[in-house]
């Protein structure tokens, strides 16, 4: 689904989104990726939200977020809350929505100037 125009502010903005994969500055990507307004990491995860694991969130608790969004692919999956009570206990706030709405909403808290990061599973 294509929901935005291109972004020349050099922030990393989500264009669109679907089973082929995310667009962001033109670019497609295809697997899993943590985005952030200045970065784009493509190694990151596991291919559906029931291998996600410790290490995933704290790749993105690595990144310094003020707030994380979890896009856990087709639907909403939340993860078992051991998985990220260590988020909670450093008061980083997190969402988990499925992959549209994760993209979605990143892009708002991007537009609000949030310290956001995103980690995006595949549709």
Do not use: K
């Not at 935005?4 to 899993?32: C, H, K, W």
């Not at 784009?40 to 410790?54: K, V, Y």
């Not at 692919?73 to 994760?102: C, H, K, N, W």
């Amino acid at each position: 689904m294509r929901f935005t125009e291109p972004d020349d502010s050099g922030r990393n903005l989500v264009q669109a989104y679907g089973p082929a994969g995310i667009r962001i500055g033109g670019r497609t990507y295809g697997g899993a990726l943590i985005l952030t307004p200045g970065r784009i990491i493509t190694d990151w995860g596991p291919r559906d939200a029931a291998g996600l694991g410790p290490e995933h969130l704290q790749a993105l608790l690595d990144l310094d977020p003020e707030l994380i969004v979890l896009g856990t692919g087709a639907v909403q999956v939340f993860p078992a809350p051991s998985l990220y009570r260590v988020l909670t206990a450093q008061r980083i706030g997190i969402e988990v929505m499925d992959t549209g709405a994760a993209c979605r909403t990143y892009n708002i808290l991007l537009a609000e100037g949030r310290r956001v990061v995103a980690g995006l599973l595949p549709l």
